[in-house]
């Protein structure tokens, strides 16, 4: 860091993303990717044309990706707002309507918390219950900030539909951002909301349902005004913040929405074949609406359980914090991924 850091940012502790490795070939379930890759269409939309174009800046209005998103999802192209990965929008919206502080989980996305040092926003960090379900009560009334992620990250817990609206219309003083990444994996969203409510922000994203993370596209639903704030911000900062290559890609994922949603279905299908085997393993499991499970053992602890699996060539996350230390986050992946992760769950546990 040099002298020269405002003091600002010099405190500020960043977001520590998932490994990466490019060592070696890992069966990867750290980070929630998508263990289908894109369609064919996707790979013939990005062609040869679309790279030589890249000369030229891209249409910062996302128009064509923008109305193909407004008609799968029956929404005014006013309702939509597109962005370069759905931290993006997070970010917007710390920045945005942070100015009377944020209330979120103790236990939820970690970028939260990052996201309000980095603008200075008051933090009300509400726990989670003992069975890490929300405290649906203490988020109520708050008339702030208030981000949900639901599914909830690492837990995979989902919220029914009626508490989210009832949280929404308790802070009719507050916008409330529900962070969806992870709601094509079994849950219901909410977007349906925003034309009852002035206050409410619901943020998806191509990065795990629509095997697009590398590509970085997010979106948000929200009432025109919303929109409008964001985009505000959005022009303030960078226009051009989706690529040429991102937007040719999403649209060609747009128009083969079946395929992606087939997909969901089978990693919902591997995610009961994991959570089965794992039980029959001892493993608490905890019940997921997400692509990723979050569990954990008596016979052996997360870190532990983190370490030997990496040795043996299987990637998961371990989160070294107060209340889910014992537990590891566990993707998941194609069949014979998670095959593969049982039978070396099986051999570490001596069995
Ligand atoms: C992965 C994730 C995101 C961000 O995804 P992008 O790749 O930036 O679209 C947002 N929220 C949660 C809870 C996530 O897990």
């Known amino acids: 860091m040099s002298r020269f850091l405002d003091p600002r940012f010099a405190a500020l502790k960043e977001y520590t993303p998932g490994e990466q490795p490019q060592d070696k070939q890992y069966i990867k379930l750290n980070t929630n990717e998508s263990p289908y890759p894109p369609s064919d269409k996707v790979v013939q939309a990005v062609n040869a044309q679309q790279v030589r174009d890249l000369r030229l800046y891209c249409d910062p209005d996302c128009t064509k990706l923008k109305t193909a998103m407004a008609q799968r999802f029956g929404v005014g192209e006013n309702n939509l707002f597109l962005s370069n990965g759905s931290d993006d929008i997070l970010n917007f919206c710390f920045m945005a309507y942070g100015g009377g502080g944020a209330a979120f989980a103790d236990i939820t996305y970690g ?36 981000v949900i992620a639901n599914p909830n990250a690492p837990t995979g817990l989902c919220l029914d539909l009626t508490v989210i609206e009832d949280i929404v219309r308790s802070n009719p003083n507050g916008v409330v951002v529900v962070d969806e990444a992870y709601v094509d994996f079994g849950g219901e969203s909410c977007y349906r909301l925003i034309d009852r409510y002035e206050n409410l922000v619901v943020c998806q994203t191509f990065s795990k349902s629509r095997s697009l993370a590398g590509g970085r596209l997010g979106f948000a639903f929200a009432c025109p005004a919303l929109i409008a704030d964001l985009e505000k911000i959005k022009y303030s900062t960078n226009p051009y913040n989706i690529n040429r290559l991102t937007q040719v890609a999403g649209l060609a994922v747009v128009e083969d929405d079946g395929y992606y949603m087939d997909n969901c279905r089978r990693i919902e299908e591997n995610r009961a074949f994991a959570v089965e085997r794992l039980e029959g393993l001892g493993f608490e499991v905890l019940p997921s609406k997400a692509n990723f499970i979050f569990c954990r053992s008596d016979r052996m602890g997360g870190k532990q359980l983190y370490l030997q699996l990496k040795e043996k060539g299987i990637l998961v996350r371990h989160f070294d914090k107060a209340r889910i230390s014992d537990f590891v986050r566990i993707t998941i992946g194609t069949r014979e991924q998670m095959g593969a992760l049982v039978d070396a769950v099986r051999q570490l546990l001596g069995e």
């Open 111 to 146: 970028f939260y918390e990052v996201f309000a040092k980095l603008h200075g926003v008051q933090a009300e960090i509400i726990p989670l219950r003992e069975d890490f379900s929300l405290d649906v009560e203490g988020f109520k009334g708050k008339n702030k900030l208030v």
